[in-house]
């Protein structure tokens, strides 16, 4: 039994196509100096037409417009798919060139929790956030980092990064504890107050946070009265 196959190369003709008009497109936002879009349209292309020096190409734009991370991440994607032993060469000079650059004033962080898929918010509105497990570049200073999932209790990290490092950042996400506010008063303006070993300053104390249950509570008179 013998069969007849017969292949219409309309859809790679189609993509080819695309391929091409989103190549033209990328060379008129260049001459706009709209680099980063130029960038965007060379990976469109690849979408269509597996051309990888498109890939590499666009690499370059997003270096050129200072979009390092980006171009860190396509530059890896790169080296995934190239076979040109050329193009491994200059990938693997610009995945160095793209990770000294940011070192000078971003660290690598790789962030994960349990459970896997939470995310993590830059912000309390939660506007500015990452699904977890994520790797990313983030600016040397003072950071909180608020890991979240629905029905959990948030869990804040802060953390001071270094530029150059690359850190590891994991969060176990635990149920909400019930909380309850305390309203401390004492005769004696200058009582202090410690809750659970922890000073809390002078007196009147007012919508202290404590999760429920037992607390030990201690107001200091002075004179070594309690």
């Known amino acids: 039994m013998s069969f007849v196959l017969q292949v219409h190369p309309v859809k790679a003709e189609r993509g080819y196509h ?47 417009a200072v979009e390092d991370e980006r171009a860190l991440r396509l530059v890896e994607r790169y080296l995934t798919v190239t076979r040109s032993p050329a193009g491994h060469h200059k990938g693997k000079k610009l995945l160095v060139m793209l990770r000294k650059r940011l070192s000078e004033h971003s660290a690598e962080i790789e962030l994960s929790a349990t459970p896997a898929d939470s995310k993590m918010c830059f912000d309390e509105e939660g506007t500015d956030c990452l699904q977890l497990p994520a790797l990313k570049w983030i600016k040397a200073g003072s950071h909180e980092f608020r890991f979240q999932y629905p029905g959990l209790a948030t869990r804040v990290h802060a953390i001071t990064i270094e530029p150059g490092k690359h850190l590891k950042i994991t969060a176990t996400l635990k149920e909400r504890v019930p909380r309850g506010r305390l309203d401390i008063f004492a005769r004696n303006p200058e009582a202090r107050v410690v809750v659970n070993g922890n000073p809390k300053g002078k007196v009147p104390i007012m919508g202290l946070v404590v999760p429920a249950g037992e607390h030990v509570i201690h107001v200091n008179l002075g004179n070594n009265k309690h």
Do not use: F, M, N, W
Request: aromatic share 8%.
């Open 18 to 64: 695309v391929y091409r008009h989103l190549q033209i497109q990328s060379k008129l936002y260049k001459q706009l100096g709209r680099t980063t879009r130029a960038a965007e349209a060379l990976i469109e292309a690849y979408e269509h037409y597996p051309d990888e020096k498109a890939l590499l190409d666009a690499v370059e734009l997003l270096a050129e």
